[in-house]
């Protein structure tokens, strides 16, 4: 069974961390309601959704992803970049407890989850404001005995990692150039987003379906033309409000098999 452990948005989400956007006004109602489309799409690719309640003192608590990189074997407790992050990981812990052994990230460590991309055995982690070395080296502590390799990588003009690049299949890279190296992931195939729309590398790829953001047209034709190749489906969401707390779609799930 594939789990996907979400969060409802907090009512204080309009005084989310913002890095590289400027604070715009926020529909916490139609928010909601994205959110809740996008639930729906994780259940449509087969997911069971867990959704965890809202929490009004944590406006970024919707963005589970970075409080926690699961893995098949164990899963990491992060510890956020962002001071005002750090009360969400205490939640998160308590809901994946059943499923994983856990891991803590201490200080002086810092790691978004969405800084942490898997391809295979080979765990890159986005050196970005939000993560660094101390937490690179804590994960390769933990993850070296699973048979993992974690790899600090630089990324430049964006959040995280996983705003730069995603997985589109097991072998297909979705890409912003302009972010990060793709040379650095080796022979891996690689499609990039159109030039217009830097912000269009995150993709929420599960097996045989993916998800996507409706706001980047040029770079979707690119994915759906790619995806028919290899057989996957492609969900088309809008989260627009949750785009203008800089979150995008893989950033609103935690997915685990159990
Ligand atoms: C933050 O700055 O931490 C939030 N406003 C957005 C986090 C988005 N997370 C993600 O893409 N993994």
Redesign the pocket.
Known sequence: MIIAITRDVSPAMVD????HFSRQPLDIELAYHQHHAYEDALKTLGCQVQRMPADPEL??SV?V??AAVVLDEIAIITR?G?IS?RPETASIAMVLKPYRQLYTIDAPGTV???DVLCIGNNIYVGLST?SNMHAIEQMQDILSPHGYVVLGIPVSGC??L??AVTLLSKETLLINPAWVDATIFGDMQVLEVDPLEPYGA?VLWIGEGAIYPANFPRTRQRVEEAMKKLGIGLSVVDVSELQK????V??CSLILQS
Not at 16 to 19: D, F, K, R, V
Not at 245 to 248: L, Q, T, V
């Open positions: 989310c961390e913002l890095t406006p970024d963005f992803e970075d956020p962002a992050r978004d989850g969405g939000r959040l995280h996983k705003s995150n707390a800089e979150g995008a893989t950033c």
